[in-house]
């Protein structure tokens, strides 16, 4: 079972930053970042497989960057250019797929949540 801890969410006016950090327990293969913001469904945000390649949602490109420490099993996003509308609850996910002879099984592992609020 992989642990995935959060941190770096806050309060930020309108055009500011933050980092976010996911850190996992063990080993993990693609990580990515999802937002839920009240009333509406879970989005992914930013992804990252194990190789570095990167994926973002529309709303994020060019404000948003995830990276990832493989040595420190961790992966972080970094938010620029805030807007009130990217207030929501981000979550780490992680996923981890454990091959056997002919077969394999993928494990999904969710983070706790960190709220990010942009006001002023």
């Known amino acids: 079972q992989v642990q995935l801890v959060e941190s770096g969410g806050g309060l930020v006016q309108p055009g500011g930053s933050l980092k976010l950090s996911c850190r996992a327990s063990?080993?993990?293969?693609?990580m990515a970042w999802y937002r839920q913001a009240p009333g509406k469904k879970r989005n992914m945000v930013a992804s990252?497989?194990?190789?570095?390649?990167?994926n973002y949602a529309d709303p994020v490109k060019g404000r948003f960057a995830i990276s990832r420490d493989n040595t420190k099993n961790t992966a972080y996003l970094q938010m620029n250019s805030l807007k009130p509308e990217d207030t929501a609850v981000y979550y780490c996910?992680?996923?981890?797929?454990?091959?056997w002879g002919q077969g394999s099984k993928k494990f999904d592992y969710w983070g706790q949540g960190t709220q990010v609020t942009v006001s002023s």
């Open positions: 996910y992680a996923a981890l797929v454990v091959a």
């Open positions: 063990g080993s993990i293969d693609d």
């Open positions: 990252i497989t194990s190789y570095g390649i990167t």
